[in-house]
């Protein structure tokens, strides 16, 4: 939610002829919509067995698939193209990169908001939280601790660990137009065209909106030509902290161009709402559950189903899914909105990557079918939770017992394992060794290639992310990601495992609390 067209695939033209660049993850989708495969350039490889035993006609990155197209020709980038790709490409291409200007966004007007206010706006946004939390955990006596957690969430400190966030940035301000940093800087849904600037230690914070935006509160303090003047009016220069996964290129230019020495901050602002998140625990569990009542109930229609013979296709189990989220409110007395904010939901025999539901049919002869999704947890339009997780139907009698161990692994060998002070690529390696103690038959069942070197292999990916308002991309568990997890750290840990005619998925989220990890999906 706050860097879409990191994930977007990009529309290459080269005189006249139109290619698609894609991330190899988006196979599924690209082609249950049909996308010619002479059209498809991919890169970031996606890590399945099938190309770790095949290979992979993907490139490593999205400079590479361009470089495969330009030759030694100029190239041509969209202003609307996310900040941190054209860094990507400027530092491959130098000078042969050119950015096409967008049209001018308007005027704009400048609002005040004082930071006293927003803090009052979070207090009213989370009441009725811990009430709630405790109506969901009634039925899940394994996880009653976390109402005591649950209890005892900390003072709002935002403001204070965005000053420290700009500090190690050595900025002077930040300014945020991504929706989950607007609405964690603002207290306000987000919308289109509204950004948010706010200086180091400052009692107020200043919003810059479209002209034709009258739903802002605050002091108008003044209408600008442009989104760059206004922020000039409020600091004058300097290092600004800038979210170069969701700016627009040619946002970013124009304030480098009136002075700003610009400072890349998408991981810093993930981490900033990330370190924060045993704030809106209570939210975090009610999101949890949801995902786990709705995905679980979903599957056991769909066995059911297909145990009877009945004819069902993945939308069909997607449908359930939906149907469950209002089923859940119900039963526990939700007054806060959940509404779906990403799924994939596959069978194994039309495609093994990760890819939205179809009219695909699922017949006894479908042997996987993954349900990998997350909810969100909204008052007022505002973010307070997000989930992910994954669960599996799986009918052959050997993914059925690698789906028991993935699950085993994740369940009672990685999470309990993760406390305060745990580096995120250990757990990765850790993972990694409890599932090599099950390589003899895993590879004796079909269900893993013989002769890989897993570390090495499923290194590529991560087994799990931080959480809070969405899924992070920045801070995953991985080799490389020495990020130190500490008491409060919410995430996901998951195995994902495609190969041939199975897709199989376990992922539960865990909460790191006083005394113990817990499993908040289980």
């Known amino acids: 939610m706050d860097a879409p067209k990191m994930v977007t695939p990009v529309i290459a033209d080269r005189n006249g002829e139109r290619f698609l660049l894609a991330r190899e993850q988006e196979t599924g989708n690209l082609r249950a919509h049909g996308v010619p495969a002479e059209r498809l350039r991919f890169f970031d490889r ?6 770790i035993v095949n290979g992979s006609s993907a490139v490593e990155s999205l400079a590479d698939a361009v470089a495969q197209l330009a030759g030694s020709d100029p190239i041509v980038v969209g202003g609307d193209l996310p900040y941190s790709r054209y860094l990507h490409l400027h530092q491959r291409f130098g000078d042969r990169l050119r950015v096409e200007p967008s049209a001018s966004s308007g005027p704009v007007v400048l609002y005040r908001l004082a930071v006293r206010d927003v803090q009052d706006r979070f207090a009213r946004l989370r009441s009725g939280g811990a009430e709630a939390a405790a109506r969901v955990l009634r039925d899940r006596p394994h996880l009653r601790a976390l109402v005591t957690e649950v209890d005892r969430a900390p003072a709002d400190t935002r403001f204070d660990l965005l000053t420290d966030k700009l500090a190690e940035l050595n900025a002077d301000a930040v300014l945020s137009a991504a929706p989950p940093n607007v609405s964690e800087l603002t207290g306000l849904a987000p919308r289109t065209g509204l950004a948010v600037l706010w200086t180091r230690s400052a009692e107020h914070l200043h919003c810059v909106a479209p002209a034709d935006d009258h739903t802002i509160p605050g002091d108008v303090v003044g209408i600008h030509t442009s989104a760059t003047e206004a922020v000039r009016s409020v600091t004058d220069g300097g290092r600004l902290a800038i979210e170069e996964q969701w700016l627009d290129t040619s946002a970013a230019l124009s304030l480098r161009d009136a002075g700003f020495e610009l400072a890349p901050a998408s991981l810093a602002a993930s981490l900033w709402r990330e370190e924060r998140n045993r704030t809106d625990l209570a939210f975090m569990v009610i999101a949890a559950q949801a995902s786990r009542y709705c995905i679980e109930g979903a599957l056991q229609h769909a066995q059911q189903a297909l145990d009877d013979g009945a004819v069902l296709t993945e939308r069909d189990v997607y449908r359930r899914y939906l149907e469950l989220i209002p089923e859940f409110r119900a039963a526990f007395d939700i007054p806060f909105a959940i509404a779906p904010y990403f799924a994939n939901c596959h069978a194994a ?40 997780i994954a669960r599996s139907l799986v009918r052959s009698a050997e993914g059925q017992e690698a789906y028991r161990i993935f699950t085993d692994v994740i369940r009672n060998g990685v999470i309990p394992g993760i406390r305060p002070g745990t580096v995120c690529e250990k757990v990765h390696h850790g993972c990694v060794e409890l599932v090599l103690e099950h390589e003899a038959e895993l590879v004796e069942s079909g269900i893993m290639p013989a002769g890989i070197d897993l570390h090495a292999d499923y290194g590529r990916r991560n087994v799990g992310h931080l959480m809070g308002k969405q899924e992070s991309f920045l801070t995953e568990l991985r080799p490389g990601h020495t990020y130190m997890l500490g008491e409060g750290s919410f995430g996901a840990c998951e195995i994902q495992w495609p190969y041939h005619d199975h897709s199989i998925a376990s992922e539960d989220l865990w909460y790191i609390g006083r005394d113990a990890t817990y499993a908040i999906s289980s």
Request: charged share 25%; no cysteine; proline share 7%.
């Open 349 to 388: 025999d039309r495609t093994i990557y990760p890819a939205i539901p179809t009219e695909h049919p699922l017949t006894a002869d479908t042997k996987t079918l993954k349900f990998d999704a997350g909810l969100k947890i909204t008052v007022d339009g505002v973010v307070l939770a997000t989930s992910d």
């Open 46 to 51: 996606y890590v399945s067995f099938d190309n």
